[in-house]
């Protein structure tokens, strides 16, 4: 445990965030003498979210950050201590004290792995192995740092389906988010699933997240166009020549612009034009627009065109225009237009294809507008929409005893989708010929693995009864990450992680990756593992 | 700023959790010599959640804890200067390095306050003053702090309404919240809008919130009943008399529990059984069961009696169930007949009123059904649909610019919903005689209050023309909390803020109350606000 050399342990979330019962548990378990027995838990998700047929595994690094850094302060056990009963051993308070994860394990599918939730059979995301108090108090934390992960990197993938692999996504939803660490997560996250970046610059500080980001309206509302800039000269982009004086040269380039365009000279607002300028010599090299504070064909977009080709005569290129209102891919496309006829005619041909950006609420829906054959649009923000999940904004992930002491556990409750599959099991994707995945196999953990090019028979859950199987490759799921507390490899990086997400994907089969109504991945038990759960749903020995 | 004397500074969002576009328009302002002009942004929402027609106001004691602690680190700095343009003049990363709140005042709705947007036309949450770069540094973390956090009070406070003011309500869903943070607001503020407490140990200590917690699932699979209790013997509650057995005391109710019901001695779970005893032990006095690992019926209620009675006969009386599946209301009352028959039959007359709590993805619709008339249920707890607002994840604050160096401001967009009101504001509630709200006016901040008692001329939203009105009572809504980076007064605490919400909505009248298609509020601009729109959208001076 080398929470203390690790930089980021002050970032990990804090070992009372957790459920109380998982406190009164740990008394109850220590109680009972049974603290220190060996358990084992499965992480896993119910059913795919938003009617897919995938979803991708994330939060691992949040969880492995968690665990290195797990102890309880004195803090901590003192206000526990004040929730349980007063005549409590203070031994348990001592144990507390003393526990950390030094004994605890996991397995888990590597960041940005395809998960497929089965009928009622799941991989699992996670299997946590350790003395079952310690395991037990992990429920919590690690649920709440691997739904949300999971759940915005599958919504990021589904995204980037939908748009394609050219369009620019960006992240945008921090403002949205269910405060701090939400934001974090969604931006790290949904850079895993497929954006290219995010707005939020703690991504970026702490998690290297791509960042992007250009002005708002208040900047442009804030300027009246009265104001004098301290310095309003600009030396060309090559260094060579005289400083010139961007804003009047901008307003003789608004001359030219609004003659072009059959404007009026006087309409386009001149506090937007005196904030483009201002943006201009701070950004001269990446200078951009925002078109819709006041009119975008009569105010904003010739304001942009007069700064953008006034730098271009110093040299300098621009680097494109956001919309935030209105009907954005028909207003692309004009702008586009525009954009070709005015390169044509001041002969800038770089303007005419310079990034047109668009925001305001987009969902599947409109992306999939956004990302029609023809669309001149090249980067699209996504906020609210990428962040909250809304049509499903949880994953519901559980985290199930399998094992204790080396005995299988299972739930047995009247509710047969909440019943669990027992025992401490291995998960192995079974392949085709042509690397697209086939099913899912668990089976227990002391059988042998599958091989490559052997027919075995599977129990599909939802079927009636077993089929055969015939893998061209087997790949194993589940990695060992921590041993005994120690990390046994080091994490892939988030980037990484981010090209991995997108290889399994493209191999996946188009019917699984259809986004409303595709067919169902299968997931099958071993023929050991079926025995075993009909063994113990008939009160075997559990 | 005390920020290195608050114990909750360390706490606080950190300040690079911003969009990237501030910290560009912070150099735009900067480079126009602009950094140190004095601005008014407002942040308000555009439209009530959930299809209601109120919404609570909270966050501001986030707010307060982010300005207080506000400053940009050296590393902070560096990271910002990596993104900014190469030949950006070091004076502006001076600029960055000595920032802080202390020029900054925020005036705003006290905690827990009802917030009625009108038809383009809102009272704003929050009014941030101060000098132009820094205010504009403000918005992403501001948005961040209030936007979930009233929108989860809101959330609450519509689950407290449907449940009626004897169910106990408790949150749950930390684990389904948008990771640590997104947990903790949620605890938070689900209290704040009328909620009883919170599984989150997290937000019991650092916030005060209540806590709750009982077992779970995997408590109970975990024993298999053959374990053998290093001490199974137990005191009597008064601690007089020999201490007992108590495993082998509930054996013996389990044959009387088992005689009276008709049920097979053999078939409730001795796994469960011993689980139930594990917990008795470490909790006599609050002794709960959960009853649906098994079978409810056949298993976990017997069991739960045997253990409940064995307690009882020591002069311990059981807390109560939990049920986490199936028909919860239908349950609940065979469950209470149980008790009932059970507490006669054995003349332990405290055991029929025990409480009944239930989980499991409850909701709005779910909540009015186990709050009827008649329904046993006692405690609900909810997680999911609470924490994770699924009818509406995102409250949609924003944040503009209202004033410049004491000129107004107004964002003329053609999306007539996205237009913002100018100028520094300040907002009275008008209250009719019996202390209900009648409607909510916007006027200038140099105007002198409105009378109560007197007549005045208003401009309701959406409505034609002008109207009058005589409040019998006039309450300003806009407190003075940060001046010049003071705290002006103390915050009121959580529980205090939970009760003003409850109080306030306690007067609010039933058909804006109303959770589907309600009357909605009016909010109205004075004379002189009216004029001034109406002035800058002509294009008088802006």
Redesign the interface.
Known sequence: MAAEQDPEARAA??A??????????A????????AQ?Q?E?ELFFRGCPFGGAFALAAGLR?CVRFLRAFRLQD??VQ??AS?L?SD?DPAFFEHLRALDCSDVTVRALPEGSLAFPGVSCRVPLLQVCGP?LVV?LL???L???V???SLIATNAARLRLIAGPKKRLLE?G?????????????STYSYLGGFDGS????A??LRGVP?????????I????GT?V???PMLAPAASQGPMVDLAACVEAWLDRVCAHLGLGVQEPHR?ERA?FV??A???P??FQGLL?????QRSGLPNFLAVALALGELGYRAVGVRLD??DLLQQAQEIRRVFRSISAQFQMPWLESISITVSNNIDEEELTRLAQEGSEVNVIGIG?NV????R???L??V???VS?GG?P???????PE?Q?LPGSKAAFRLLGADGSPLLDLLQLAEEAPPQAGQELRVWPRGAQGACTVRPAHVEPLLRLWVQQGQLCEPLPSLAESRAFAQLSLSRLSPEHKRLEQPAQYRVALSDKLQALVARLRAGGS?
Chains 1, 2 share one sequence.
Do not use: I
């Not at 009372?16 to 548990?25: K, V």
């Not at 556990?409 to 509710?415: C, G, I, Q, V, Y």
């Open positions: 979330a804090r009372l965030l957790t459920d109380l019962y998982q406190a009164t548990m008394l109850g378990y220590w109680r009972a003498g049974r027995e358990a838990f949040d803090a901590d206000f526990l929730m009963p409590t079952l037990q429920e919590t934390p649920l709440c740092l739904s949300y992960a945008m921090l403002r949205r988010a269910q405060g701090p660490d939400g934001g974090l997560t969604a707005s939020n610059v703690l970026g500080q960042l992007a980001g250009t002005l708002a309206h208040s900047f509302t804030s300027f009246l104001e800039p301290p310095n506090g904030a201002a943006y010599l701070a950004f090299r990446a819709d504070t006041y009119s975008v209102s209105g609210t962040v909250t999940c809304p499903q904004p949880s519901g992930c985290y199930k005893l204790v005995q556990r299972m739930k047995l409750t009247e509710d909440k669990t559990s």
